[in-house]
């Protein structure tokens, strides 16, 4: 299927910043590991850079940027459910 390594990226960040939210019990922080996310986004993929056979790919990134952005969205949504205002 062609694409699906972005679909992965994106599963696998979405799932990153969910973990990342319950790890760190962080309420009102969401900038702190939407921020995490997009850095190990850029680390991991300037790092293949230095790996045979393997090559940095833009739209990978971008896909683990918004698999981060919507998994802190999902969080945010899910904690803020009951907040009437």
């Known amino acids: 299927m062609p694409h699906l390594d972005k679909l ?4 696998l960040f979405f799932i ?6 319950l790890a760190l019990d962080v309420k009102k922080e969401y900038l702190v590991i939407f921020s995490l996310g997009v850095i190990l986004a850029v680390v991991t993929e300037g790092l293949q850079t230095f790996v045979p056979s393997r090559q940095t790919d833009l739209l990978d990134g971008i896909a683990d940027v918004c698999g981060t952005t919507l998994g802190m969205i999902f969080v945010y949504l899910v904690q803020n459910q009951g907040v009437k205002r």
């Open 16 to 21: 990153h910043a969910l973990l990342m939210a």
């Open 8 to 11: 992965v990226h994106f599963g």
